[in-house]
């Protein structure tokens, strides 16, 4: 929806209104896979917030050329060969018939609120007047995608063909048996007669609901994020008021969104940045893609048995080493694979095939002929020294080595190696099969040519040249906000969940509390030991932080190692939700001790500022 395109959409509307005494029906159809792709969000990086007269009268020109076509008084029937979102979706409504071709891969619906803005162009008012107030919520607060399929159920899509030859003829033959049916050019809420599904606002029933709506709207987005809150004042608002005014809403809340640097901040980072992202725009142009035919996994504890689940999901055979637990981690995949099995997402055959691909042994010889091997064991330089020289000898020619260390610098831990040109750090983050982001650390004798090729992840962020520098991009500032400016929260007196809320309260999924929990403690104990050691062997004393001496009491002194060994600063109770553990309050928690909150906010996102502006420093890519 270009400003070209805009031009060219009142042109048309102005043609029509011209030819309406020869027209008999209007078809809406694409020549492209897709139907439309919606709004041009170029545009909208650059609204400011002085723009906004100028872009409400764009938005209501666009939504006058819309009505011109739906209310000519001839059938419209839009033709959806593909996908149709936003703006597109919002084209299709213009139809008074719509037919879509059976594709399982085309996705209908409105996902602005994921990027900070809203529906303008009509989809808000009237998906509304098509299900009703409380039905359109999730299509229009949540932005959730539909397919042909349930389009039809909801009486968003008419008829549904075999193939893309069939919506022509199927769309001619609909508007020859609409003449002289006034009804058949008219949507729903234009006629006389039309009542809102399940009622106004006016309705006690739908009072009462949407009485809680505005509570239970701002719990899931914690006041964040602006767009949904307009979004349902202008469902709200435009279902007490008649069809026109309500568009009317529709764009003013539409203009103070697209005016916003919320939604610019939004579009930057989960679109454009995203699908550069995705697009590969950061690898070396003429690396070939990589995918090794055969891995081996050394350590079959929650790392290794993520990664290997991941690597045989790809359909790649994988060698699970461990002498005491390969068998057992080999269950991890079961288990992940059985609830999708169990939910109707993945065939019985599907999961034995995956399964099958999972070679658990004690073994080093298995994993000959390997293309890559990455060790998975804990945080200790002997251990990973000792589990490289005795797997890399495996390899097959031109083969890697990698280690999925998330703090050791792997410059350090090559030196265990005979090819430290071929060793390289492949960081996966936990849980392994929902975290889409892996991390390459580059050492400083690792070949670039080497490094260049290599992908082990479709989502985004997939790669990471963090050069010489620790691999902590994600995790290490998590474990900052615990030792802030070498002062852990905690350890200050600070209650732990006022930490933790506050931090929700900026927009973490979780606390930083929680997430040292799933990444456990005791690996943080780990690290603490490892450098201790490495400043001993140079003749130095390292000096803790307060933080880290807090967490290193936590797995010694309380025994409290984290979630998977059963608890750490939360309880995992079976059955139920996490609650902090009880006696952080008594152990860590000081009377008389005052804070902002506003402080701890700040503490907790200028840590990741600082983080961030150190990898740019840095030449992470």
Request: net charge positive; aromatic share 6%; with cysteine.
């Amino acid at each position: 929806m270009c400003l070209q395109w805009q031009t060219d959409l009142t042109q048309a509307a102005e043609q029509v209104l011209k030819d309406k005494a020869s027209i008999q029906g209007i078809i809406l159809a694409s020549a492209k896979s897709t139907f439309f792709a919606g709004a041009d969000l170029k545009g909208v990086m650059r609204s400011q917030a002085s723009d906004g007269p100028r872009v409400f009268t764009e938005i209501e020109g666009i939504k006058k050329a819309f009505r011109t076509i739906e209310t000519l008084g001839v059938p419209v029937v839009s033709c959806l060969n593909g996908t149709a979102l936003g703006g597109g979706w919002e084209v299709a409504l213009i139809g008074h018939h719509r037919i879509a071709t059976a594709n399982p891969k085309t996705q209908f619906g409105l996902p602005e609120v994921t990027l900070g803005l809203i529906p303008g162009g009509g989809g808000i008012t009237k998906m509304t007047r098509q299900l009703g107030l409380l039905a359109a919520q999730p299509y229009v607060l949540e932005s959730k995608l539909f397919g042909p399929e349930e389009a039809q159920k909801l009486g968003l899509v008419h008829e549904i063909v075999a193939s893309d030859d069939q919506l022509r003829p199927r769309a001619l033959a609909h508007i020859a048996a609409a003449q002289g049916q006034p009804e058949a050019a008219q949507h729903l809420w234009d006629r006389k007669d039309y009542k809102m599904p399940g009622g106004t606002p006016s309705n006690p029933k739908i009072a009462g609901m949407l009485s809680v709506a505005p509570a239970v709207l701002k719990q899931k987005t914690r006041g964040l994020y602006p767009a949904p809150e307009a979004a349902l004042a202008a469902m709200v608002e435009g279902a007490m008021v008649d069809f026109d005014t309500a568009m009317r809403i529709e764009s003013r809340y539409l203009a103070g969104l697209m005016t916003s640097q919320v939604a610019r901040n939004m579009i930057n980072t989960f679109f454009f940045n995203m699908n550069s992202i995705k697009g590969g725009q950061s690898r070396p142009k003429a690396a070939p893609r990589y995918k090794p035919q055969k891995v081996g996994i050394l350590g079959a504890g929650m790392m290794g048995s993520g990664i290997a689940y991941s690597q045989a999901s790809r359909g790649i055979a994988t060698v699970l080493k461990d002498r005491e637990a390969a068998e057992k981690g080999k269950a991890y995949s079961h288990k992940l694979t059985q609830k999708r099995v169990d939910k109707g997402r993945m065939t019985a055959d599907k999961q034995a095939a995956l399964l099958s691909l999972i070679q658990p042994t004690a073994s080093a010889s298995d994993l000959k002929g390997c293309d890559l091997i990455i060790e998975a064991v804990f945080e200790n330089r002997e251990l990973k020294a000792k589990v490289t020289q005795e797997a890399e000898p495996m390899l097959a020619e031109g083969g890697f080595f990698a280690s999925n260390t998330s703090t050791l610098p792997i410059s350090g831990l090559a030196t265990a190696s005979a090819n430290a040109n071929k060793f390289v750090g492949i960081h996966f983050f936990s849980p392994v099969d929902k975290m889409q982001l892996v991390e390459i650390i580059r050492g400083a004798q690792t070949m670039t040519r080497r490094l260049r090729v290599l992908r082990l992840r479709a989502g985004p962020g997939q790669v990471a040249d963090c050069g010489e520098r620790l691999a902590r991009f994600l995790y290490q500032p998590y474990l900052w906000h615990l030792c802030d400016g070498r002062r852990g929260m905690l350890g200050e007196g600070i209650p732990a969940p006022v930490i933790e809320n506050l931090a929700m309260q900026v927009g973490m999924p979780v606390g930083p509390l929680a997430v040292l929990d799933e990444t456990a403690l005791s690996l943080s104990v780990h690290v603490l030991d490892q450098t201790r050691e490495d400043f001993a062997k140079e003749g130095k004393t390292y000096q803790a932080t307060p933080g880290e001496l807090l967490v290193e009491r936590m797995v010694k002194e309380h025994k409290r190692p984290g979630r998977a060994a059963g608890g750490g600063f939360y309880d995992y109770p079976a059955g139920q939700k996490k609650v902090l553990w009880p006696e952080l309050k008594t152990r860590f928690e000081k009377s008389g001790v005052s804070y902002s909150q506003q402080d701890i906010k700040d503490r907790l996102l200028y840590r990741q500022a600082v983080e961030t502006a150190r990898c740019l420093q840095e030449g992470v890519c």
